[in-house]
Each structure stands twice: as C-alpha cells, then as structure tokens.
C-alpha cells in the first residue's frame, strides 16, 4: 500500500522499535543506584553530616571489614549464617512444594489442607519466635525451623497456583495415553508450572534472609546476628553497618541465582521485560 492509497485524515502507522541493549549496558546502568547511595553516604560522613556514632563512614566500614576478616570472625560468622539459612530453606521449599503439589493436583488434598494452610499463613513468622523458644530452646533446631516455616507458604502459594494452571486437556491426553500419576507430575505437571515455582523459589529465598535475621535474635553465640548484638553493646556503628551491608548482599545473591535458573531453565523468556 502506498501513501496515496491512505484515506483523507489517516497516517501510515508506525510501530517502535525495541533497541537491543548490550549486557555491560545494562549492567552499568543497574550500578548507577548503588553508586550514587555510595556516594552520598561518603559525602554526609565527609561533610560531618553523618557523625561516627550514627553511622559510620564508608572507609571505617572498609576498615571493619578488614578487621573482621582478619581475625576470623567475618568467615566463621557468614559459614554458620549461610548453613543455618540453607538448612531452612531447603526444608521449607520440600514441604512447600510437596504441599502445593498435593492441593494443587488432587481435589482431596485441596479439600483437606488448602484451608488450613491458609490459615495458618496469615500468621506472622516472627510471632513464632517465642513459641518456637518455648518448644525447641535456644538451640540450632528453633533458628533452622523457623526460616522454614517463613519459607514454606510462598513456595506453596506459587506451586498451587501453577500445578492448577496446568492444561487439563494436556493432563488428560496423557492420561489416556496411560501415564501414571508420579509420572504425570513429573513429566506434564511441574515443566508447566515452572515459572509459578521459580517465582515461588525467589520469595522464598528473599524470605529466608529476612527470616534469618529473626532467628539470629534468638541468643545466638554466632553467625551474622552474632557479629550484630556484639557490635550494638561496643557501640560499633561501622561492625553494624558491616552485618547490614552482608544481610543486603545476601539478599541480591539470592536474586541473582534465581534469575539465572530462569535464564537457564526458560531461555525462550526475555530478561529484559515488556518494551517502554
């Protein structure tokens, strides 16, 4: 069609293009934030804004960091936090997946548990921490258990909702293909909730530092929480601002990590998002 063939008042229309945007792109500009964070921190502390005992400067947390590490304490405290976060999570994921899968892929197990989880998932984890202390002590077991039960109810939440999203047309022609239950979930079931779960297993992550922060408060004698009350009784700023900073940057990991299984897993997604 040519422009005369365009009716009175009409114009040719014309779609924008995507601009394909290079990896170190988008990587500097996902810096720019942290970078102007940093750079207004060491201007309030350089400028007598930000005084020691708020919070300590940009290079007296450096200084920390090497301190810490130095002695030991660092390395020790960041391989017991991690233990403790990774016990949890793994445990909360397992009863988080097998739980939706249940409610999610039989009516019985929706009509039996869907209720009860719901309910109980309303309740805030951290008002499980006395209780928790009551039933287990102050012992490794409340700490562990207590990231998994913060964990649990997203990775249910996301593998319910995407076990019942599943093609039943999908699901029934397999099944008359004669394929059996296990494989059926196996092999029909869970590829297509895939992005439900790994949506599920990024929460979870993300919740189980927070989580780990929490169970961190129940006397611990080491580990990041550790490090933390140590530092709040020295009145050590630039320790506490060490302990935040590792908390963050365990966080990002974790978000990090789930973003390249999605990439790996489901390479047909575009990281990159919906055109603006």
């Known amino acids: 069609m040519s422009d005369t063939d365009l009716r009175p008042g ?23 934030g942290p970078l102007a964070l940093l750079v207004l921190w060491w201007a309030a502390s350089a400028t007598g804004l930000l005084t020691p005992d708020v919070l300590a400067s940009p290079a007296e947390v450096l200084r920390a960091v090497g301190e810490l590490w130095g002695n030991g304490q660092l390395p020790d405290a960041l391989t017991t936090s991690l233990t403790r976060s990774a016990l949890g999570l793994l445990i909360g994921l397992a009863a988080g997946l097998v739980l939706g899968i249940t409610t999610g892929f039989t009516r019985l197990g929706d009509e039996l548990l869907d209720s009860s989880i719901q309910t109980l998932r309303t309740i805030p984890f951290l008002s499980l921490v006395p209780l928790f202390m009551v039933w287990f002590g102050i012992n490794e077991t409340a700490k562990i258990l207590l990231i998994a039960v913060a964990t649990t109810f997203p990775m249910y939440v996301s593998t319910s909702s995407g076990v019942r999203n599943t093609d039943p047309k999908l699901i029934e022609a397999m099944r008359s293909f004669g394929m059996g239950r296990l494989a059926l979930v196996r092999e029909v079931v869970l590829p297509g909730a895939l992005p439900s779960l790994l949506a599920g297993l990024r929460l979870s992550m993300t919740l189980s530092v927070i989580a780990l922060i929490a169970a961190e408060e129940i006397n611990a004698t080491a580990g990041i929480g550790y490090l933390m009350s140590q530092a709040q009784s020295y009145a050590r700023t630039d320790i506490l601002a060490v302990c935040i900073l590792v908390y963050g940057l365990l966080g990002l990991t974790a978000d990090v990590v789930v973003r390249l299984l999605e990439r790996l897993l489901m390479p047909w997604r575009s990281p990159q998002g919906a055109p603006r």
Do not use: I
């Open 10 to 32: 009409l114009v040719r229309p014309c779609p924008q293009r995507r601009r394909a945007r290079s990896r170190t792109y988008s990587a500097t500009v996902r810096t720019l």
